[in-house]
């Protein structure tokens, strides 16, 4: 068995993102805060960004995506004017670059990452050191983000090197573009178990949690926003502002976030 059609699956999932995103050029012209944001984030920033609109005067255009992806559609021109990242070496990425505005840069929020299963599955684990992940996969695929740029396939990864039993699943991995694609396949039953965020886990009624890796088993899971370099609308202050104010907080934590950011 091969990953090609886990492989499609996470392409045809990723592609409203594309297009998205390649809509968003002319968004400028409409006076809207564009937002370019981590797939993980879906629910909760569309929460706070409608609660939001009164005080920025308009709802932001919000594009979802891995974090490594949109860091590049930055990095090749595309307008946004403040970036959402799963992970600190994204917005680092684009830091480096001067392509962000470091006197706005803020952590703003923390997450855990799980193992799931299709919500009719029988499996529990235990996750800890050498627990036998091969064996509760058997046959099936282990849905994942990319681990070599997705953030969530990063941590997911590191997790399972830091617990020596990578080795034996990586031959069972389905690589997907993003976090919520790999939680579709674990939804739809196509993959026997994923690695997501507890948040992304919250958020769909098809999965249910089976082991949560323990937080020294990875890097620390911090998603820093920021204000882009080229950001040309007015209302970007007004929308960060929002975003770690503590009307937001409590509409993160709603979605199972840590809020990293004093509320303001």
Excluded at 49 to 57: I, Y
Excluded at 117 to 139: C, N, R, T
Excluded at 218 to 223: G, L, Q
Aim: hydrophobic share 45%.
């Amino acid at each position: 068995m091969t990953g090609k059609g886990f492989g499609l699956k996470a392409i045809a999932i990723g592609g409203l993102t594309a297009a998205l995103t390649a809509a968003l050029p002319g968004a400028h012209a409409d006076g809207k805060v564009i937002v370019f944001a981590a797939a993980s984030l879906k629910d909760a920033l569309d929460a706070v960004n409608k609660a939001c609109e009164p005080e920025v005067g308009e709802a932001a255009i919000i594009s979802y995506a891995a974090s490594s992806a949109l860091a590049k559609q930055i990095e090749g021109g595309a307008p946004a004017d403040v970036f959402v990242s799963a992970d600190l070496d994204w917005m680092k990425y684009l830091s480096d670059k001067k392509l962000t505005r470091p006197d706005t840069e803020v952590k703003l929020l923390g997450n855990q990452i799980v193992l799931v299963a299709p919500q009719d599955s029988k499996v529990d684990a235990k996750v800890e050191k050498g627990f036998d992940l091969a064996g509760l996969i058997g046959d099936g695929r282990l849905a994942m983000g990319d681990f070599k740029a997705v953030p969530a396939g990063k941590y997911g990864k590191a997790a399972l090197e830091s617990l020596g039993v990578w080795s034996s699943v990586e031959s069972k991995v389905a690589q997907a573009e993003n976090v919520r694609a790999a939680l579709k396949l674990v939804s739809t039953g196509e993959a026997a178990l994923g690695i997501v965020y507890a948040t992304d886990a919250h958020a769909e009624k098809g999965v249910k949690v089976v082991g949560t890796f323990p937080e020294d088993s990875h890097p620390p899971i911090i998603y820093p926003i920021a204000q882009t370099a080229d950001s040309k609308d007015k209302d970007t202050t007004a929308f960060l502002k929002c975003v770690e104010s503590a009307k937001a907080a409590a509409l993160f934590k709603e979605q199972g976030f840590t809020v990293l950011a004093p509320s303001n």
